[in-house]
């Protein structure tokens, strides 16, 4: 496992103990790991919403294709 350094604000620390002291995670680094898990879920279902508002192209894919030029 790789050990990373990131600068914190006063505040921000004081949020990373305050989650601590709640029992949200048993330590710091838990705090962390389970912020970034939240991330790339949230970032994933973004994905997924985004690509929902794609249109949906149906049909012949030569004819499609020549419709493009």
Partial sequence: MTTISVPL????EAQLD????SGVAP????????????LAEDE????????EREPIIRGDIRKIL???D
């Fill in 9 to 12: 604000t006063k505040e921000r």
């Fill in 18 to 21: 305050n989650l601590v002291s």
């Fill in 27 to 38: 330590n710091r680094a838990a705090v962390m790991r389970k912020a970034l898990d939240k």
């Fill in 44 to 51: 994933a279902i973004q994905a997924v919403l985004r690509a």
């Fill in 66 to 68: 020549m419709g493009l």
